[in-house]
T-cell receptor
Framework: DSGVTQTPKHLITATGQRVTLRCSPR?????VYWYQQSLDQGLQFLIQ???????AKGNILERFSAQQFPDLHSELNLSSLELGDSALYFC?????????????FGAGSRLTVL | GNSVTQMEGPVTLSEEAFLTINCTYT??????LFWYVQYPGEGLQLLLK?????DKGSNKGFEATYRKETTSFHLEKGSVQVSDSAVYFC??????????????FGKGTKLSVKP
């Protein structure tokens, strides 16, 4: 157990729907990152929060949004889902955001869009 | 831009064989370099890291040396075990919009070790 908790583990939904993925970071970690893992694109950075504030955006679609709450958990909202959004979504956390800091990953949420 | 290229798999080896997984990078500045490992059904775990040129990261018999002159960070292990079967990702950190710590990953190399 890495200490990073992601729910749900699996989610099956239909095109056009909206889902929310949840992440609880490791105790003491202030920074949360979201990544998307798919067969064709590999691991793509989506977005990062640090202590409740957005710090960096990667290849995140406009249909996706995220936030980090005062208790430091984070949610990734995916809307108007398309077949191509089917992927494994990982959350990671770290104590800070320095160049050499280590990310601790959760086990992922597998999203299937039918 | 910043990128990581690693050898495509899958790589299949017999137990006790020597392992090399090549990784090269393109980056501005001086990134930190990492190897992460993903076992089936799990998230990524840090295997080792190096933060400056000529640093050698090592863990569990794996090692990699940060070579600035060849922009490489190849992963090696002298004698692999069946339990090393996993997907290995090379990654670099970058300075992104003022925030450091975001990682750019290679596409991953799947390793299968046969008894």
């Amino acid at each position: 157990d890495s200490g990073v908790t992601q729910t749900p583990k699996h989610l099956i939904t239909a095109t056009g729907q909206r889902v929310t993925l949840r992440c609880s970071p490791r105790s003491g970690d202030l920074s949360v990152y979201w990544y998307q893992q798919s067969l064709d694109q590999g691991l793509q950075f989506l977005i990062q929060y640090y202590n409740g504030e957005e710090r960096a955006k990667g290849n995140i679609l406009e249909r996706f949004s995220a936030q980090q709450f005062p208790d430091l958990h984070s949610e990734l909202n995916l809307s108007s889902l398309e077949l191509g959004d089917s992927a494994l979504y990982f959350c990671a956390s770290s104590v800070e955001q320095g160049k050499a800091n280590v990310l601790t990953f959760g086990a992922g949420s597998r999203l299937t869009v039918l | 831009g910043n990128s990581v290229t690693q050898m495509e798999g899958p790589v299949t080896l017999s137990e006790e064989a020597f392992l090399t997984i090549n990784c090269t990078y393109t980056a501005t500045g001086y990134p930190s370099l990492f190897w992460y490992v993903q076992y089936p059904g799990e998230g990524l775990q840090l295997l080792l890291k190096a933060t400056k040129a000529d640093d050698k990261g090592s863990n569990k018999g794996f090692e990699a040396t940060y070579r600035k002159e060849t922009t490489s960070f190849h992963l090696e292990k002298g004698s692999v075990q069946v339990s090393d079967s996993a997907v290995y990702f090379c990654a670099l950190s970058r300075n992104y919009g003022g925030s450091q710590g975001n990682l750019i990953f290679g596409k991953g190399t799947k390793l299968s070790v046969k008894p």
